[in-house]
């Protein structure tokens, strides 16, 4: 049996296992908050953003940040059908009403027109989300809050490193949240940030994220309000230091595994890559091939194919609206018939050249099966 080739896997080197293994010798007491602090700072410094707060997950940042725009029951997010649940779920926590809105053929991200025509009086905020590195219309999108007097949080989840003419992603929105899970470009094993750019938001959220702890009410143990408890440790945060010192490095690699898959595929007809249009730099987090509708294309058929040749794949994410929480939007027309012609390659930062030849000759062999290739 050929070696297993995983989908995602971060790259650890030595230089996370000695942060790591100082945060837990020596990161106590007066220094318990040090390699938490040196994380955002870092983070801060790479995006240019006003405020970050590191978080325990990008799903515990969105609850904040929803939460302290004051969104609760009765109003409506809107949002992005084509995401992870994450983006969602959170709404759902304060008691809001999740409106899921198509996504675009080209970007696979939210539709800027089909934003506009789903802001009713009970709107709060638009949450527009960076799939797979590419990059959402936010000059469009920003106009509309703009228009509206909506604030835009962006789900930079998937998009550390993508940067929009000129601003990096999670830098643009009123609000942004990354994810740092094991999957993604940058990790902390769990741990995710929410960046602010106003210093009123920030205050709010400092109190909120301290289980409602004012930093100017010098009472210990003294709770002004119910908050929340979403921090990172700084053991998660010494391993993500280490790794935003080498982010430059670990975007690159991100580009040259979609450059080397591009060089094998792209020039068969009928398969769409994620598209990196004028102006914009994609980190290609998942190198991603959504199969044209002319290709009588069976998802499953090639994962089975990548299974028996020991490649995990991964499906393109389904309409959130799909599942049994939510009710269907079969009107999100390029939602509903993009997700079953997609497929995330494996784009881990170590997989190797023979490993991209691997996967691209599956991909080669079911498409000369199924008549596309001679
Ligand atoms: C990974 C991901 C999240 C969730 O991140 P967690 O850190 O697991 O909470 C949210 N949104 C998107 C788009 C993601 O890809």
Known sequence: MQSRIHYAKPSITEREVAYATDAARNGWAEHCYDYIYKFRDLLKDYLGAKHVIPTSSCTGALHLGLAALG????????????????????????????????????????????????????????????????????????????????????????????????????AIGDMATFSFHGTKTVTTGEGGALIVQSDALYDKISILESHGRDPKVPKQFWCEQVGFKYKMSNIEAAIGAAQMERIDELVQRKREIFESYVAQLGNINGLHFNPEPEGTYNSYWMSTIVFDKRIPFVREDLLEDFKKNNIDARVFFYPVSMMPPFEDCPQNKV?????????NLPSYHDLTQDDITRVCGVIKNYLGRIGVLK
């Open 335 to 343: 939602s509903y018939g993009l997700y079953n012609r997609g497929i």
């Open 71 to 170: 969104i609760g029951p009765d109003d409506e997010v809107i949002l992005p059908d084509i995401t992870w649940i994450a983006s969602a779920a959170p709404v759902t926590y304060l008691g809001a009403k999740p409106v899921f809105v198509d996504v675009l053929e080209d970007s696979w991200c939210i539709d800027p027109a089909k934003i506009e025509a789903a802001i009713t009086g009970k709107t709060k905020a638009i949450i527009v989300v960076h799939l797979y590195g590419n990059l959402c219309d936010m000059d469009a999108i920003m106009e509309i809050g703009k228009k509206y007097g909506l604030p835009v949080i962006e789900d930079a989840a998937e998009a550390l490193g993508s940067v929009y003419k000129g601003k990096n992603a999670g």
